[in-house]
Nanobody, 120 residues
Framework: QVQLVESGGGLVQAGGRLTLTCDAS????????MGWYRQAPGNQRELVAV???????NYADSVKGRFTISRGDAQNTVYLQMNSLKPEDTGVYLC??????????????WGQGTQVTVSS
């Protein structure tokens, strides 16, 4: 199985910054993409940012210019740098990883999530 562990969440004032880290481990033959999603109670889970193994990135319009997703030098690690945080950024941030456990078996794994709370 592929396990994802997020860290770095917390409470921050509006305008502040946080950096989230996601570490993937387990039976990973090929990692295709890793991304960050967020969800507030009663809301749909939404894509925040995603990066592929080829280095391309995609961001939600609401975070463009403020958030940066990047891959670490460490194996199967992704970061989300969040700057100029707004109260509407509040939510549980979940890491997602997609890929293959071997030549033919795909995986799509989620972490437990880390809470980000931005106060006004």
């Amino acid at each position: 199985q592929v396990q994802l562990v997020e860290s770095g969440g917390g409470l921050v004032q509006a305008g502040g910054r946080l950096t989230l880290t996601c570490d993937a481990s387990g039976s990973i033959y090929r990692l295709i993409a890793m991304g960050w999603y967020r969800q507030a109670p009663g809301n749909q889970r939404e894509l925040v940012a995603v990066t592929t193994s080829g280095g391309s990135t995609n961001y939600a319009d609401s975070v463009k210019g403020r958030f940066t997703i990047s891959r670490g030098d460490a194996q199967n690690t992704v970061y989300l740098q969040m700057n100029s945080l707004k109260p509407e950024d509040t939510g549980v941030y979940l890491c997602n990883a997609r890929g293959y456990t071997n030549m033919v078996l795909q995986f799509d794994s989620w972490g437990q999530g880390t809470q980000v709370t931005v106060s006004s």
